[in-house]
């Protein structure tokens, strides 16, 4: 696996990949990698004749200093994860590959940015959406894959491609979870002992909303109790649980289409999100 830091190197090497008429598949981390991410990994492997992995912490999708420098970046343990699947490229990019001297270009994607994370973390989206859009054209990738964890990510990242005409397929993976139901994340290891037993209960109440949904109830009603029972459960404060449709993420209050259940909330100091499909 080569470690490429530059912008021009990993286009050479893309250019002799594509004169063999290979697929590239790109999967794009900020680093930290777990399970989830390897998943990821595996899945580009098994679609792409050559895979790019990319890390990368994007400063304009943090919207508190602290925790951007917080966040864990790990990059010989990440490495060390990724020998296994036989990677082709691990793409880090310094920061003047990403954002160069005079960069004043910002992607921002209306409708299903809206609400949800959008309305907790201003501007979150738009960085979101204007990194990827410059690691899915450097990389040149057939193929990009996005865990559901991160679902509203997701959308915003399919409309991108979408309304850009950036011909990168995008492959949502289903979320990755601890045997207790935890959705793996890279602020998973920030919890405490205390906070890391309490935290699953958050997917446990999903599945109760979505079982109570499924047999009739009003979302309106079965979300008031399930964010008083994950405030009892422990958590400092339920951001949004919200029942949005799968499609274009537009809120919904019956179970009449495919649709998710979403959730942000606060645990020992940590933001914890998850989401659950719901059918009708």
């Known amino acids: 696996m080569k470690r490429i830091r530059v912008l021009s190197e990993l286009r050479a090497l893309n250019r002799t990949w594509r004169c063999d008429g290979a697929t590239v598949g790109v999967v794009p981390t900020m680093g930290a ?14 679609a792409c004749d050559r895979v790019i992995v990319t ?6 999708q943090f919207n508190n200093a602290e925790d951007l420098d917080k966040y864990p970046r790990t990059e010989d343990a990440d490495a060390e994860a990724l020998a296994p699947f036989d990677v082709d490229v691990m793409y880090l990019p310094t920061p003047d590959q990403i954002y160069p001297d005079g960069f004043s270009t910002n992607v921002s994607v209306s409708g299903v940015s809206e609400g949800l994370c959008g309305a907790h973390r201003p501007g979150h989206f738009d960085g979101v959406a204007t990194v990827v859009a410059k690691l899915l054209l450097q990389t040149g990738a057939d193929r990009a894959f996005f865990g559901e964890k991160d679902f509203q990510q997701l959308q915003v990242v399919k409309r991108l491609v979408r309304d850009l005409d950036i011909p990168t397929e995008i492959v949502g993976c289903a979320t990755v979870r601890e045997e207790d139901g935890l959705a793996l994340s890279s602020r998973n290891v920030r919890l405490s002992e205390t906070a890391r037993n309490t935290a699953p209960r958050l997917y446990a109440i999903l599945q109760d909303v979505a079982d109570e949904l499924r047999r009739g109830a009003t979302a309106e009603a079965a979300i008031y109790t399930a964010k008083a029972r994950i405030e009892l459960a422990g958590f400092s404060e339920v951001e949004y649980l919200e029942l949005r449709a799968e499609d274009g993420l537009t809120p919904t209050t019956v179970l009449d289409r495919p649709a ?12 914890l999100i998850d989401n659950i499909p719901v059918a009708p």
């Open 33 to 46: 990698l777990h399970q989830g991410h390897l998943s990821l990994v595996k899945q580009a492997k098994a």
């Open 55 to 60: 890390v990368f912490v994007n400063p304009k």
């Open 260 to 271: 998710r259940l979403l959730v942000a909330a606060w645990l020992d100091g940590v933001r």
